[in-house]
C-alpha cells in the first residue's frame, strides 16, 4: 500500500478531503520522526504495535565482489515490533 493509498483510505474512512487527510498522515509521520530522534526513542500504539530505536554497533563485513573485509559503522536502526491485536489480525 502507497502514501497515496493511505490518504484516500483515510479520507474516505473518516468523511475528509484528501487534503486533510494529507496534512494529518504527514503530521503523524513527522511526530513519530521526532520521537525516535530523542535520546529514548520510542511510540508505542496500543493493539497496533511499537516503534524503537536501536543502536547497531561497528562490524566488519565483506565486499562480495572482492571479498575484501570492510569496516561497517555503527548505526541508529528503527525496529518495529507488532501489537497483540496486529498479530492476531494477520
Given at each position: 500500500m502507497t502514501k497515496a493509498e493511505i490518504v484516500e483510505k483515510m479520507a474516505v474512512d473518516a468523511g475528509i478531503t484528501k487534503a486533510?487527510?494529507?496534512t494529518a498522515l504527514?503530521?503523524?509521520i513527522e511526530a513519530v520522526t521526532k520521537a525516535l530522534k530523542k535520546k529514548?526513542?520510542?511510540v508505542t500504539l496500543v493493539?497496533?504495535?511499537t516503534f524503537q530505536k536501536s543502536r547497531r554497533k561497528a562490524r566488519k563485513g565483506r565486499n562480495p565482489q572482492t571479498g575484501e573485509v570492510i569496516?561497517?559503522?555503527a548505526?541508529?536502526?528503527v525496529k518495529f515490533k507488532p501489537g497483540k491485536k496486529l498479530k492476531e489480525a494477520i
Open positions: 486533510a487527510a494529507q504527514e503530521s503523524f529514548e526513542g520510542k493493539g497496533f504495535g569496516k561497517i559503522k548505526t541508529n536502526v
